[in-house]
């Protein structure tokens, strides 16, 4: 008997709040971060606030002592890690970390977190197209060096969406280039293993069924094509019975209809929500509907048969301008966004989506009562019995040299 893939085939999915194990250094609550994960770490970048705020205190930060830092009332130029095993945030805080930190995008490069476009407050008074690197070896912020003819640049901008091909090429596509003009709808790439002398940003022109511009949506990959979800204009939000495709060998957009959900039909049209992906399953959940209607769903579309399910689980809250990142074993973890008409939530939520292998569910048990298993030496972790492909989820990042963008 082969059980299906995603849990709640089986049993009803638990979102619940993941409670820290230490309140001495929080992140406060936010909109418009960044998330993603590698299955040890959970990394928060940027974000946004209104209200004036000190992110934390610093007592506890090893990684950078003697920190200053100042209140800020509005883009929170951090980065946090939060570490699973240990359920313990902590800051950290180095030269040359992006200032564009509101509305960016970042994704998971091997041992490297991207970061690209992004804005500081006011929204579209100054935005970026440059992109960034932070080693997760040692935590050390730089400069990716691009080149190119200024026109094949993306647009210095907000709200964009990228995607990493066959762990080499980078796509970027839309964003919005100022509060007064529609968002764009240009697709850019370039190729990260190139040597900077050939990394240059691509300006691609397809043919097809190309996308209005949009704002704040959500692009995956699988089988070498682009797929394209939510998002829209400032007024209005792109549905989900269709999706955009692009075709990377073909350079074509096409548009393909999607199936609803025998019960629940499509989900409604939305941005600012969270996507993630494993293979041909893309997870959605929450988000705003026009009219400023925050929602609280979860859903499955399986990109094999274009087919939508809506998870027999919701949200404790409607929430939106939130973040969400899919560790290997399956679980999804949400982190900020706004709940009710303006609070920025610091709440972690989590949620089991795809069936974990039982050395997972057994290490998950473990540290829900031993939280402080990462101050162990690997000696007396190794004589407790840990296996060694657990091991390396309770080391911290080392602060050492930069670690170059190919390595």
Same mark, same amino acid.
């Given at each position: 008997?082969?059980?299906?893939?995603?849990?709640?085939?089986? /049993?009803?999915?638990? +979102?619940?709040? +993941?409670?820290?194990?230490?309140?001495?250094?929080?992140?406060?609550?936010?909109?418009?971060?960044?998330?993603?994960?590698?299955?040890? @770490?959970?990394?928060?970048?940027?974000?946004?606030?209104?209200?004036?705020?000190? #992110?934390?205190?610093?007592?506890?930060?090893? !990684?950078?002592?003697?920190?200053?830092?100042?209140?800020?009332?509005?883009?929170?130029?951090?980065?946090?890690? =939060?570490?699973?095993?240990?359920?313990?945030?902590?800051?950290?805080?180095?030269?040359?970390?992006?200032?564009?930190?509101?509305?960016?995008?970042?994704?998971?490069?091997?041992?490297?977190?991207?970061?690209?476009?992004?804005?500081? =407050?006011?929204?579209?008074?100054?935005? #970026?197209?440059?992109?960034?690197?932070?080693? !997760?070896?040692?935590?050390?912020?730089?400069?990716?060096?691009?080149?190119?003819?200024?026109?094949? @640049?993306?647009?210095?901008?907000?709200?964009?969406?990228?995607?990493?091909?066959?762990?080499?090429?980078?796509?970027?596509?839309?964003?919005?280039?100022?509060?007064?003009?529609?968002?764009? #709808?240009?697709?850019?790439?370039?190729?990260?293993?190139?040597?900077?002398?050939? &990394?240059?940003?691509?300006?691609?022109?397809?043919?097809?069924?190309?996308? &209005?511009?949009?704002?704040?949506?959500?692009?995956?990959?699988?089988?070498?094509?682009?797929?394209?979800?939510?998002?829209?204009? =400032?007024?209005?939000?792109?549905?989900?019975?269709?999706?955009?495709?692009?075709?990377?060998?073909?350079?074509?957009?096409?548009?393909?209809?999607?199936?609803?959900?025998?019960?629940?039909?499509?989900?409604?049209?939305?941005? @600012?929500?969270?996507?993630?992906?494993?293979?041909?399953?893309?997870?959605?959940?929450?988000?705003?509907?026009?009219?400023?209607?925050?929602?609280?769903?979860?859903?499955?579309?399986?990109?094999?048969?274009?087919?939508?399910?809506?998870?027999?689980?919701?949200?404790?809250?409607?929430?939106? /301008?939130?973040?969400?990142?899919?560790?290997?074993?399956?679980?999804?973890?949400?982190?900020?966004?706004?709940?009710?008409?303006?609070?920025?939530?610091?709440?972690? !939520?989590? +949620?089991?989506? /795809? /069936?974990?292998?039982?050395?997972?569910?057994?290490?998950? &048990?473990?540290?829900?009562?031993?939280?402080?298993?990462?101050? &162990?030496?690997?000696?007396? !972790?190794?004589?407790?019995?840990?296996?060694?492909? =657990?091991?390396?989820?309770?080391?911290?990042?080392?602060?050492?040299?930069?670690?170059?963008?190919?390595?």
């Amino acid at each position: 008997m082969v059980l299906p893939e995603v849990c709640d085939v089986i /049993f009803s999915p638990v +979102v619940e709040e +993941v409670l820290p194990s230490s309140t001495e250094s929080l992140p406060v609550g936010r909109s418009g971060h960044c998330c993603c994960t590698d299955g040890s @770490y959970l990394y928060v970048y940027g974000g946004y606030n209104p209200e004036p705020h000190t #992110s934390l205190h610093l007592e506890e930060n090893n !990684l950078h002592p003697g920190l200053i830092v100042i209140p800020n009332r509005e883009v929170l130029i951090e980065l946090w890690i =939060f570490h699973i095993a240990s359920r313990r945030w902590t800051l950290v805080q180095r030269p040359l970390i992006p200032e564009a930190a509101a509305s960016s995008c970042m994704v998971r490069f091997g041992r490297h977190l991207l970061v690209f476009g992004g804005s500081v =407050f006011a929204y579209g008074g100054m935005m #970026s197209n440059s992109l960034h690197v932070c080693s !997760l070896h040692d935590m050390t912020w730089s400069v990716v060096d691009c080149g190119g003819a200024y026109t094949d @640049y993306p647009p210095k901008a907000y709200g964009q969406s990228v995607t990493v091909v066959q762990n080499e090429m980078l796509y970027v596509f839309g964003g919005s280039v100022n509060l007064y003009m529609a968002p764009v #709808s240009d697709l850019h790439r370039i190729n990260l293993r190139s040597n900077r002398h050939q &990394r240059n940003w691509e300006r691609l022109n397809p043919g097809g069924e190309v996308p &209005r511009g949009r704002y704040k949506h959500e692009m995956v990959e699988y089988d070498n094509r682009l797929y394209l979800f939510g998002g829209g204009q =400032f007024s209005n939000a792109e549905g989900l019975d269709c999706v955009h495709v692009y075709c990377i060998d073909h350079n074509y957009w096409a548009l393909e209809e999607t199936m609803p959900d025998e019960n629940n039909g499509f989900p409604k049209s939305r941005k @600012y929500f969270g996507c993630a992906q494993r293979d041909n399953i893309v997870i959605i959940c929450g988000g705003e509907h026009p009219k400023s209607e925050a929602l609280d769903d979860l859903w499955t579309l399986d990109l094999n048969q274009l087919q939508w399910r809506r998870l027999n689980c919701s949200l404790p809250k409607p929430i939106y /301008f939130h973040r969400v990142a899919l560790t290997p074993s399956g679980k999804l973890y949400i982190y900020g966004g706004i709940v009710g008409d303006s609070e920025r939530t610091s709440k972690l !939520l989590s +949620v089991q989506i /795809f /069936f974990p292998k039982l050395s997972e569910l057994s290490w998950e &048990r473990l540290t829900e009562h031993f939280h402080s298993l990462h101050q &162990r030496t690997r000696s007396e !972790l190794q004589m407790l019995g840990i296996p060694p492909s =657990f091991l390396h989820r309770l080391e911290r990042p080392k602060l050492g040299s930069l670690v170059e963008l190919r390595q």
